[in-house]
């Protein structure tokens, strides 16, 4: 069991290490019935005071997570003697020191019905029947693309279609040679934290921030800081006053239609970011997944990249939100020495994309086919978020939310009392899952959220399951 602690951190340690079991005790990581370490070996492996440990064990105890026995050590609550447990021969692995300390995706293992946890697309709204056909025709011409490493930086057609894409709908003038493919936007978050970061460093997200980003970080033993979003997005002068601190080695942002809460950063807040990472030499990862997801004919600010000169930014897009995610489609690009150290970490992570799902989608992007796709697309998403939203507000004296405009989601802002987690067992029990808040936050937030995305299901099953939401909210709060 390993735990990750940073004592320049403003968090004091009991606090981190308080939260940290916390966490996994929610998210099933840590089950019923498990022994916690030792005060002395947690003590000793962290470098800390045991009083340090032992305050953190009692900050559980008195949330009604763990129960101490005297004597015999702390147990997660449940279950309270590990021996009551079903010995199997697996058990062994228990006692391993793995290097994973958090995980959104642990939330919601068992998929309901009615799911609002995922920001992904209604398959019938994506391009399915083109991309199929394409994929068989690929493999009657030439069969050989089975038999075929991908490139390690990528197709070379399909990086300079994409460079023209860029180019053509956000002003981004990327050279081919300097755009990468990964296997969507995530894998390259965790090529770039690869190979950028070492435990210690320190990498700046938005509060709240896309929970995997979260998990990649903490995972790798980076200290995270947190600066709130404000209505124009992360505020740069609380990342300034970081920085005059502590040297951040990353900064991560979504600028466009965050996610989870969809707010849209302002063209001067993205320049401003640029300025501070040239003054304070860091990098800043600009994820883009929803920046063409856009409604009410409202004017998207141009990519953090654009204002970029010095290669400070590294600009991620997903292409498997909006196109097709089966397929796995997303783009890094990043100037300078970086990209070389980024190619010699994803030669090693995977030696290269598979090469048949990147010939599929380069018919797509060449012809008018995607920008049709695209207008389609915001048409039908800007009526789910309309319905979702007509639906939600009978709820506005206890649960408040913006309406986005534009991305995958709604941010719920519950009651200060409300557990999330408690809520989302008792939605499962209806056939309905979401996404609880605290998955979007280093730390344990303020008050209670939860996200809630309108984008994958159908009409029909997006309202009758937020007919189920609506009812479980107006029971439980």
Known sequence: MRFNVHKKSSTPIYQQIYEQIRYRIQTSMIKPGDQLPSLRKLSQELEISLLTVRKSYQLLQKSGLIVIQSGKG????????????????????????????????????????YDFSQAILFPRLLPNQFLAQEMQSLLR???????????????????????????????????????MITSGAQQGIDLI???????????????????????????????????????????????????????????????????????????????????????????????????????????????????????????????????????????LYAQGS?????????????IGSPLLTQKAVLAFLRTERMKQHMEKLRIALQLRRDHASDLLSPLSDYVQFQVPKGGFNLWLKLPQNVNTFAL???????????????????????????????????DTDLNIGLQRLNAILSAEI
Not at 213 to 220: G, M, R
Not at 338 to 350: E, G, I, N, P, S
Not at 428 to 453: D, M, T, W
């Open 74 to 113: 702390a147990f997660v609550k449940g279950v309270t003697k590990r021996s009551s447990k079903v010995l199997n021969n697996f058990s062994w692995q228990d006692e391993l020191n793995v290097n994973i300390t958090r995980s959104q995706y642990s939330l919601n293992r068992d998929r309901k019905y």
């Open 338 to 350: 970086v990209f070389d150290w980024l190619y010699a970490v994803k030669a090693l992570m995977d």
């Open 193 to 331: 934290a690869q190979t950028l970061l070492k435990p210690g460093d320190t990498v700046i997200v938005e509060s709240p921030c896309y929970g995997a980003a979260i998990d990649v970080f903490t995972n790798k033993g980076v200290n995270v800081i947190s600066i709130e979003l404000d209505e124009e997005g992360i505020q740069s002068d609380l990342v300034e006053e970081v920085c005059q601190k502590i040297k951040p080695s990353l900064l991560y942002v979504n600028p466009s239609f965050q996610n989870p809460t969809g707010i849209l950063m302002s063209r001067q807040r993205r320049k401003e970011l640029v300025d501070l990472a040239e003054l304070y030499h860091f990098f800043i990862v600009e994820d883009d997944s929803f920046g063409e997801i856009y409604f009410d004919d409202i004017s998207v600010p141009p990519p953090i990249k654009t204002f970029d000169k010095n290669g400070h930014v590294l600009f991620l897009k997903g292409f498997s939100k909006t196109l097709a995610p089966g397929l796995r489609i997303g783009l």
């Open 424 to 458: 989302l067992k008792k939605a499962q029990e209806h056939n309905v899952c979401f996404l609880p808040g605290e998955a979007c936050f280093v730390h344990k937030p303020p008050h209670a959220y939860i996200r809630i995305s309108y984008s994958l299901l159908s």
């Open 141 to 179: 011409t030439n069969e050989l693309v089975l038999a075929t490493y991908g490139p390690i930086q990528g197709d070379r057609e399909l990086r300079i279609e994409l460079s023209s894409y860029l180019q053509r709908e956000q002003g981004i003038k990327a050279d081919p040679h300097e755009i």
